[in-house]
């Protein structure tokens, strides 16, 4: 689940939008990338972030994976190729994102 908190069509903000993001158990997010930064802010549950290295080429490097968990945050550059996912069998994933430069489509 996708909720816009303030952004640029509901708010005219425009240089910052923040999201909240609900991941199911098991439910994660495709391989992606923005050109924009983010930071996310997990505000419970736990799971998984797959952040490629050297993402700036074409095919970004084999990705490093971390662990997220209720109150850690973490940044994604721009054009850094990364992947969320609830890695939780029983628990929701909801995380606070704040992007810069919107609107991007989710």
Known sequence: MHMTVAGAALHGMK??????????????????????????????????????????????????????????????PVNAAHQVWNSSPDEDLQVLVIISRPPIKV
């Open 15 to 76: 240089e910052v939008e923040i999201w909240i993001q609900t991941f199911a158990p098991g439910s994660r997010t495709p391989i992606h990338r923005h050109s924009c930064e983010e930071v996310f802010l997990v505000m419970k549950g736990r799971g998984t972030l797959l952040l490629a290295a050297d993402s700036q080429k074409k095919y970004p490097g084999e990705p490093e994976e971390f662990a997220v968990f209720t109150n850690s945050t973490f940044t994604i």
